[in-house]
C-alpha cells in the first residue's frame, strides 16, 4: 500500500528566499508523480507532472524531480513570494492506478 | 472551456440523512475520481469512474457509493451520514491514461 509523505509539514520564510518541499513515497513502481497547490478551503491546482522516464519538470520559478528507485520527489520554489503562500501536496500514481495524496506542507512566506 | 465544476458549494446535514454531490468534468475527460478531504488531511481516494463503471475504489464503506452518465458527469452519494463525514468532496477528472488530474472548488459537507 502507497505511503506519501512530505516533509516539512509547515514552514515559514521571509520573501525572496529559495526553498525545497520534499515528498516521500513507500512504492517506487509509479506512473508518474503530480504536484499541487491548495489555498485555504480551495481546490487543487495542479503545478507540475512529472512522468516515471523523466527527472525533472520545471514551470516559472518552480522545479520538481523526481527520483523514482530512491522514492523521493522534490518541488524547488525560487524567489518566494507572499503569493506562494498555500499548502503544496504531492501525489504520485502507483501501478495500480491509484493516486494518492501526502498531507502536504503548508507554506508561509513573510512580506 | 469550463474546468470541473461542482455542486452544491456548501450544504448541512444532520446525521442518518443521505446527501447526493455533483460533478462536471472538464471538456474532453472521461474519467472522474473523487477524494474527501478532512480538515488538516491531504485528500482520500474513494474512487474513480471510468466509462459508467467503478474502476477503482479506496478504502471506504458501501455507504458511499457513485454513479457516471454517459455525458461523463459523475454523482457522489453518502448514505446513513456520520459526524465524521463532514469534510471537503473534491472530484477531479482526467482524460483517460495520462492521470493527470484537474480538480474542482469542491463541496464542503457539515454533518450536524
Known amino acids: 500500500k502507497q505511503e506519501v509523505t512530505q516533509i516539512p509539514a509547515a514552514l515559514s520564510v521571509p520573501e525572496g528566499e529559495n526553498l525545497v518541499l520534499n515528498c516521500s513515497f513507500t512504492d517506487s513502481a509509479i506512473y508518474n508523480l503530480q504536484w499541487f497547490r491548495q489555498d485555504p478551503g480551495k481546490g487543487l491546482t495542479s503545478l507540475l507532472l512529472?512522468?516515471?522516464?523523466?527527472r525533472e519538470q520545471t514551470s516559472g520559478r518552480l522545479n520538481a524531480s523526481l527520483d523514482k528507485s530512491s522514492g523521493r520527489s522534490t518541488l524547488y520554489i525560487a524567489a518566494s513570494q507572499p503569493g506562494d503562500s498555500a499548502t503544496y501536496l504531492c501525489a504520485p500514481e502507483g501501478g495500480d492506478d491509484k493516486i494518492i495524496f501526502g498531507k502536504g506542507t503548508r507554506l508561509h512566506i513573510l512580506p | 472551456d469550463a474546468g470541473v465544476t461542482q455542486s452544491p458549494t456548501h450544504l448541512i446535514k444532520t446525521r442518518g440523512q443521505q446527501v447526493t454531490l455533483r460533478c462536471s468534468p472538464k471538456s474532453g475527460h472521461d474519467t472522474v475520481s473523487w477524494y474527501q478531504q478532512a480538515l488538516g488531511q491531504g485528500p482520500q481516494f474513494i474512487f474513480q469512474y471510468y466509462e459508467e463503471e467503478e474502476r477503482q475504489r479506496g478504502n471506504f464503506p458501501d455507504r458511499f457509493s457513485g454513479h457516471q452518465f454517459p455525458n461523463y458527469s459523475s454523482e457522489l452519494n453518502v448514505n446513513a451520514l456520520l459526524l465524521g463525514d463532514s469534510a471537503l468532496y473534491l472530484c477531479a477528472s482526467s482524460p483517460d491514461g495520462t492521470g493527470e488530474l484537474f480538480f474542482g472548488e469542491g463541496s464542503r459537507l457539515t454533518v450536524l
Open positions: 512529472i512522468q516515471s522516464s523523466q
